[in-house]
């Protein structure tokens, strides 16, 4: 599997398989930075404000990586179904922006609407992204990851 292509490409696309693979990587490396990095905190230094930025720098030098490529995925997921990835900025920022208002109001319906919608758009994008299938043969895209996988074992 060529990981430079799957982790830091925009361009082309991706079948299902090699989605998830990457995703269940880009989760490990998140629990395994989360679990070092936060769980020693306690026992480094109790109460150091110090200590606790250099974590949280150190927590964003790891999110940063892993949300570009977690894009980079994303995107040529959304490719493989021919579509643009301009549709992440719809299941990427919209639920975080209707999060950020929900969280900035005190009418309670108008917060479970907005968080109801919210979580619409997050179910409609996994299974955009990880459930359906992509459009078989070469679209603008590029070839069908498929198509290659069973003439080429990079995937």
Do not use: C
């Not at 306690?42 to 999110?63: D, N």
């Amino acid at each position: 599997m060529d990981w430079k292509y799957l982790f830091l490409s925009f361009e082309g696309r991706i079948a299902r398989k090699p989605y998830w693979i990457g995703i269940l990587i880009l989760l490990a490396v998140l629990v395994v930075a989360s679990a070092t990095i936060f769980g020693a905190l306690p026992s480094i230094a109790a109460g150091s404000q110090t200590i606790t930025v250099i974590s949280v720098i150190a927590f964003l030098g790891i999110i940063i990586p892993v949300f570009y490529a977690s894009l980079a995925l994303a995107a040529k997921r959304l490719h493989d179904r021919e579509k643009s990835a301009w549709w992440l900025v719809l299941f990427y920022l919209v639920p975080a922006v209707l999060d950020g208002a929900a969280q900035a109001l005190s009418n309670a319906t108008a917060i479970l609407v907005l968080t109801l919608i919210g979580a619409a758009i997050s179910i409609w994008a996994l299974i955009e992204l990880g459930f359906l299938k992509g459009t078989q043969g070469p679209n603008r895209f590029g070839p069908d990851p498929v198509g290659a996988a069973q003439t080429d074992a990079s995937f």
